[in-house]
């Protein structure tokens, strides 16, 4: 993962959720945070880049578990003071570029990782996403796009 990309999640850990709390996105939080709790009722789930734990909060209300992963422990200790249930959660420092084996997955969620991936990166990204999942798992990867005049930060 680009260390730049690091460093501006780690100074802006604290105030990384705002974007969520904008008035015109607010039925399409609503929505994706329901489909995601259907897809992931009753699974376990290894979540890639949880950043503050905003999705994970969102699909512990139905999942089974979430071991949420970040490569950025301010981010994670953000994301650990809040209150998940019933989902058991565990959070782990990984960086998905670097892991060690771990055991195939039931289910994978990416939520706004995809935009980060460099494109020189993606193809070995997607190798160890292929590689983390067994067989007929579900995998789920959502981003968003810039919106002039709601986003907060500059389209690339």
Known sequence: MNSDMVSYYKD??????????KPERQSDLLLAGQILQEIFRDKDVFEIACGTGYW???ISKTAHSILATDINDTVIEVAKSKDY?????????????NLADTVKQESLFGGFIWS???RQ????FIDITNRLARRGATIVFMD?????????????
Do not use: M
Request: charged content about 25%; proline content about 4%.
């Open 12 to 21: 802006r850990a604290g105030e990384y959720e705002k974007i969520y709390n």
């Open 56 to 58: 994970t909060d969102k």
């Open 85 to 97: 249930s019933p989902a058991k959660v565990e959070f782990q420092i990984a960086d998905i570029f």
């Open 116 to 118: 980060h991936i460099q």
């Open 121 to 124: 990166d993606l193809n070995n």
């Open 144 to 156: 968003n796009n810039y919106v002039e005049g709601s986003s907060l930060c500059y389209p690339h």
